[in-house]
Antibody
Framework: EVQLVESGGGLVQPGGSLRLSCAAS????????MNWVRQAPGKGLEWVSV????????YSADSVKGRFTMSRDNSKNILYLQMNSLRAEDTAVYYC?????????????????WGQGTLVTVSS | SYDLTQPPSVSVSPGQTATISCSGA??????ACWYQQKPGQSPVVIIY???KRPSGIPERFSGSSSGNTATLTISGAQAMDEADYYC???????????FGTGTKVTVL
């Protein structure tokens, strides 16, 4: 059974940093691209970033580019999101989501498994 | 990148049909998928590659796409279908995923 368990969320001051983790199990982690998706309180889903199965490249939304860095440790089956220069508008539940079929992001793919999410609150 | 626009809300009577549109300039060049999200829960994919249904998803959910618009149809809506629905697509020109604005479906 595929399981994705996020951790690392919490309260942080504006301008601060936080690192989220997503522990994966139940599938061959390195074969699939992985994503972070966030949802601000009462708002819709916003895609944040994707990393290839090998971890060799990432793509990110403009809203986080230059501030958030996605990485993965395929030996430990863990996904990371390093968040720097945090702003109030980054407050959200952050989900990790597994790509359905491919190691590289593409049109055919979709997110077939999601974690339960971890809440990040940016406030002074 | 382009935006994916959905109606904010759709109301449907039990047993009737609800349709949700998702419009975006780049949809003609890619595939759309749809997620259902109930309060306090993580999203679940219900349609992928425009019209395919994952195992375990009821047949009353169907999808289609034409030009720059993708459509989710719930045929014979049930109370349990009350949820938020989001479309999503991959924008290959900008190398990013895009989510639709979301639609709240009310069955009453």
């Amino acid at each position: 059974e595929v399981q994705l368990v996020e951790s690392g969320g919490g309260l942080v001051q504006p301008g601060g940093s936080l690192r989220l983790s997503c522990a994966a199990s139940g599938f061959t982690f390195s074969v699939y691209a992985m994503n972070w998706v966030r949802q601000a309180p009462g708002k819709g889903l916003e895609w944040v970033s994707v990393i290839s199965g090998s971890g060799s490249y990432t793509y990110s939304a403009d809203s986080v580019k230059g501030r958030f860095t996605m990485s993965r440790d395929n030996s430990k089956n863990i996904l990371y999101l390093q968040m720097n220069s945090l702003r109030a508008e980054d407050t959200a539940v952050y989900y990790c989501a597994k790509a359905s079929d491919y190691p590289d992001p593409q049109a055919l793919d979709y997110f077939d498994h999601w974690g339960q999410g971890t809440l990040v609150t940016v406030s002074s | 990148s382009y935006d994916l626009t959905q109606p904010p809300s759709v109301s449907v009577s039990p047993g009737q049909t609800a349709t949700i549109s998702c419009s975006g300039a780049g949809l003609a060049e890619t595939f759309a998928c749809w997620y259902q999200q109930k309060p306090g829960q993580s999203p679940v994919v219900i349609i992928y590659q425009d019209s395919k249904r994952p195992s375990g998803i009821p047949e009353r959910f169907s999808g289609s796409s034409s030009g720059n618009t993708a459509t989710l149809t719930i045929s014979g809506a049930q109370a349990m279908d009350e949820a938020d629905y989001y479309c999503q697509a991959w924008d290959s020109r900008s190398a990013l995923y895009v989510f639709g604005t979301g639609t709240k479906v009310t069955v009453l």
